[in-house]
């Protein structure tokens, strides 16, 4: 990149710079963000998730057991 390439990058930024602080002036109102909405479903799958990674990790615990109690006895 030469030495020319470089002003003219540097003038562009300059220009786009200008653009951001005109649009941080606005004066309008920003409409009110909707409340998230819980659904049942989704609960009713999170809830199923849950369950599951309980089982694992009982089944997991389980077989730990069963392994340190062969090895141990």
Do not use: H, Y
């Not at 649009?23 to 049942?40: F, G, H, M």
């Not at 199923?48 to 062969?70: F, P, S, Y």
């Amino acid at each position: 990149m030469n030495f020319r390439e470089r002003t003219e990058t540097n003038k562009q930024r300059a220009i786009g710079q200008g653009d951001a602080v005109s649009q941080v002036d606005t004066t309008e109102k920003l409409s009110e963000a909707e409340e998230p909405r819980t659904s049942p479903l989704a609960l009713c799958g999170l809830g199923i998730a849950t369950v599951a990674m309980v089982g694992w990790i009982c089944a997991l615990g389980w077989l730990a057991w069963r392994l340190a109690d062969w090895l141990l006895f």
